[in-house]
């Protein structure tokens, strides 16, 4: 979603990864990060130790379909985020996507990169609605992807 509020019209994947405390009670557990250790030891992880996500890190890394890719890193002395974020962009828009009484309306032409195309998924995000602080300090603290539609397009 906020991919898209932002202007993209394409499809992103997601690697996250986190190194440090995850408890602020817990004091012994603030250790001083290396910030470009830790960056290769999160991304190793994410390569070659990732069982536990069905290689899914790994598998969108090695990815060939992606054509660009955006690195986030958010740090302190104790505690480092990094995200990265990949994107294709296989359909070039001849104008912004409409949705008018229940009917999207796409003009768009397939990007001369891509030699071959055998589907389109459309996923849609309802309106989002403000939250409260307890919407925001209750889980999951994760976004999923939207509804997907089963609906033809002409």
Known sequence: MRYTQ???QGSVSENAAYSGPTDPNDKKNYVKLD???TISKLEY???YEDEASEWGHRDNILD???QYVNIGIAFTT???GFIEHFEETFLVFNSIPVLANGTLSISAEVDA???KM???DVYFDSIPTPLTNADLIAKPHFYSVGEQTEQRFT
């Open 35 to 37: 910030p470009k250790e």
């Open 118 to 120: 055998s589907s389109i």
């Open 64 to 66: 060939p379909e992606h």
């Open 113 to 115: 990169r891509i030699s």
């Open 6 to 8: 932002e202007g993209g």
């Open 78 to 80: 104790t505690r480092l």
């Open 45 to 47: 992880g994410m390569m």
